[in-house]
């Protein structure tokens, strides 16, 4: 995604990858009782060697398409972060560092470019939609159920990224931390309360089960209206991002847009009862509660329609929330929900995962991927005094104007963090699906015009 979401840059901070120039005595010193441990944190041993690894200097490049290596620590737990590392690679010695390839546009380029011509350094490469999929029918990432000595039964591990692309026993990308939360409802407590509605009623709704499609469909019926008395409705309830709301409205229902068989192949899912629901809802949602277009608006007018106080609801990705991010500065007091239950899902809140992965280039020998994963590995193990199973939270209070977006919202989201394999399809052209549908089209027919060119892309990946 081109915007830089809140687990992006935690990556760096959590995962992947700051990189300082001390020198050994400071980075060994810095909290440890000795250059085999680091605050509790003991060497690891080679098992072939039974001695402390030693990666003879290796220097290892991590190239995505947004990082800054000199941008210096923003919190304390990214300077304790960068001390902990600057440890590792004096004990293991070895070197990382995380940088922008190419920026956003040219990094699918550069990464299929070097897979293939090959080089004598060695990397590991950010991927999504744009070269996942794409990559792997062209056998440019390495495999990494073959390298030796590597944990992935480790919490650390972001399950989903490790399951979303295997064949048999295979896969090809990691990542590390828990996965980011995305498709949510933001609302206005203002608009809520002035409507005769606690502001945090949401929040309760959620936990008490009673968010669902019914419930926010009364919500929004109560909420737009005529006010005064012209015969045209002049206040709506909700501005949305019409994609975010649509898949996430198919998975809230146990829908899809994509599933694959038995035998691995994947097929067109949107025709399915449980589908196909859920944009008929969609679609009456849009056209009944969704503020209108105007003339001249910009495409993302519900952006502006929602920070400005115009409607209560709002449906987005939680990136939003960030500190510096489009509701910092927002006069109207919010909360977060998570996308409300359809009839025939499965029960559980959830969010909809499209995490960035790791890689590693399928053109070196075994020997040397081996090495890259190992640092890698060690690399990515937490920091010290931030192991805690909830220390995730701390970097998302600040966000937020109540802790019960975090607490709760974002505690249901990191525990249902549901894989979606559309976004990883090369030319697998779903957005359309979705504007037609929030446009007031009929959703069958819209799937009907739709269905061959989706299936196309498919059976071209399926070859």
């Known amino acids: 995604m081109k915007k830089l979401s809140k687990v992006m840059l935690a990556l760096a901070a959590v995962c992947s990858f700051a990189v300082v120039g001390c020198n050994k005595s400071e980075g060994a010193s810095s909290g440890s009782k000795s250059a085999k441990e680091y605050q509790g944190v003991k060497a690891q041993k080679d098992p072939a060697t039974k001695k402390i690894y030693d990666f003879g200097g290796m220097e290892v490049t991590i190239y995505d398409w947004w990082s800054n290596p000199d941008a210096p620590p923003a919190s304390k737990q990214q300077e304790d972060e960068k001390a902990f590392r600057q ?15 190419a920026g956003w546009n040219d990094h699918p380029t550069e990464v299929a470019n070097y897979c293939i011509t090959g080089g004598d350094d060695a990397r590991v490469f950010v991927i999504d939609g744009r070269s996942a999929f794409s990559g792997l029918k062209a056998n440019l990432w390495a495999d990494l159920s073959k390298i030796p000595n590597i944990d992935w039964s480790d919490k650390k591990w972001n399950r989903p990224v490790l399951d979303v692309m295997k ?51 009364e919500m929004c019926l109560k909420l737009t209206k005529d006010t005064d008395n012209d015969g045209i409705v ?20 146990g829908g899809s847009i994509v599933e694959m ?123 010290p005094g931030y192991e805690a199973e909830d220390s995730w939270k701390d970097g998302y209070y600040a966000g937020f104007r109540d802790s019960r977006a975090v607490d709760e919202t974002m505690q249901y989201m990191m525990d249902n963090s549901i ?37 196309a892309a498919l059976d071209e990946m399926n070859q």
């Open 419 to 455: 894989s979606w394999k559309a976004w990883l399809i090369p030319g697998l052209n779903y957005q359309p699906v979705s504007w037609d549908v929030c446009g007031g089209r009929d959703p069958q027919e819209t799937v009907e015009a739709r269905k061959n060119e989706l299936q």
């Open 261 to 383: 068989d038995d035998n691995g192949k994947y097929y067109l899912n949107l025709e399915s009862d449980k589908s196909m629901e859920a944009l008929n809802w969609v679609n009456k949602m849009f056209v009944n509660y969704q503020l209108p277009q105007g003339e001249g608006a910009a495409w993302d007018y519900f952006k502006t329609a929602f920070t400005n106080g115009e409607v209560a609801f709002y449906v987005n990705q939680e990136y939003d929330a960030q500190p510096n991010g489009l509701l910092a500065n927002m006069k109207d007091d919010w909360g977060m929900a998570c996308f409300p239950l359809g009839p025939n899902g499965d029960g559980k809140l959830f969010t909809l995962n499209g995490d960035n992965m790791f890689a590693i280039p399928n053109c070196y020998d075994q020997d040397k991927v081996n090495k890259i994963m190992k640092i890698m590995d060690l690399w990515t193990t937490p920091t």
């Open 87 to 101: 440890w590792m690679m004096d004990t293991y010695n070895f070197k990382v560092v995380q940088k922008d390839l």
């Open 167 to 217: 064949k048999g026993d295979s896969f090809y990308t990691y990542a590390v931390g828990k996965p980011e939360p995305r498709h949510c409802l933001f609302w206005n407590k203002r608009i809520l309360e002035e409507n005769g509605y606690d502001p945090d009623v949401i929040y309760d709704m959620q936990k008490d089960g009673n968010w669902t499609w019914e419930s926010f469909e």
């Open 234 to 253: 002049d206040q709506y309830a909700m501005a949305s991002f019409n994609t975010e709301f649509t898949w996430a409205a198919l998975h809230s229902n």
